[in-house]
């Protein structure tokens, strides 16, 4: 158990640089800033999927899951909580979403801390199911 939490603790450089900043706009932040300024955790993809796998792992302990596919549910729905929550309360980089779109990003955001795909490609799907359901101008 301690060689698979210092396996998660050794992949958080991994989950926290996989995303495309774009262009920078700040400084970039020091690991002191990133896990003393909660903030920071909701202002991204990548930042919510950080949180998503942390807390995911702390309630399949808690509930002592042990199937591997319940283990990504709950990843799942603590994903898909977390930006609903920050959705409702207008947080986040998700405050703007609609319900169901909120929905999807943190579904994607468990697909994401499981591993499963990674931020960028997750990142290009999203941006086309809003792209998709976007209203479309008149000419």
Known sequence: M???????????????FGQDPGEPTAPPLSWGDFLSNPIVWFASFGGVAFLTSFLAAFFNGLLKVVKTFHKQLVAWAVGM?????????????????PIWLALVHGFAAGLASNG????????AILNGIENWFKPKEDL
């Open 81 to 97: 909580l977390i930006l609903l929550v920050t959705d409702l309360i207008n947080f986040g980089y998700a405050a703007d979403f």
């Open 116 to 123: 499963m795909y990674d931020i960028p490609t997750l990142k």
């Open 2 to 16: 301690k060689k698979l939490f210092l396996l998660l603790f050794l992949m958080i450089p991994f989950m926290l």
